[in-house]
């Protein structure tokens, strides 16, 4: 399956006309169906116009279609995140726990899903996760290195009282 091209559709969003860019694509949705980039560009239009539940139905169609693994990680986070909008926490932990595990040490995954472990109020899960993200970024490794084992020791033992 091949990407289409989205340019019209991405002028149109960039300009702030959702509902033109919604009739475009769902024009060629109707001679193209069961897209997985089509329908995930579906549900950000939707995002775009507040319409979060049927944002959600057009990502779980798309994953039903076996997207690439590319585009499937972007699916998963816009579903999971649409999904904590909405209140339904407990899916969308269970989304991200599923993604957490195919696609280990994505830095958006991991920050999409630290968000929904605090919401669910596993805020020890949650701190622990975005200590883990922060250790492992390069960009932090000179300021960290020194005080790298004194902070894994932390985030391991952060609830202890002493």
Same mark, same amino acid.
């Given at each position: ?60 169609? @798309? ?16 579903? @999971? ?10 899916? @969308? ?70």
């Amino acid at each position: 399956m091949q990407e289409p091209d989205l340019t019209v559709i991405r002028h149109l969003k960039n300009r702030g006309k959702f509902e033109d860019a919604r009739e475009q694509l769902a024009q060629w949705m109707e001679k193209e169906a069961d897209n997985p980039y089509l329908e995930l560009e579906m549900g950000l239009i939707l995002d775009e116009l507040s319409k979060i539940p049927e944002a959600i139905d057009w990502y779980r169609q @798309a994953l039903t279609h076996d997207p690439p693994k590319a585009l499937k990680r972007q699916i998963l986070i816009s579903l @999971a995140n649409d999904l904590r909008m909405n209140g339904l926490i407990y899916d @969308a932990r269970q989304w991200l726990e599923k993604a957490h595990k195919e696609f280990p040490h994505d830095v958006a995954i991991d920050l999409f899903y630290a968000l929904t472990l605090w919401q669910d109020d596993d805020r020890g899960s949650a701190f622990r996760l975005l200590w883990t993200v922060i250790l492992g970024e390069p960009a932090f490794k000179k300021e960290i290195d020194p005080y790298r084992s004194t902070l894994r020791y932390y985030s391991q033992h952060f609830n202890d009282r002493t």
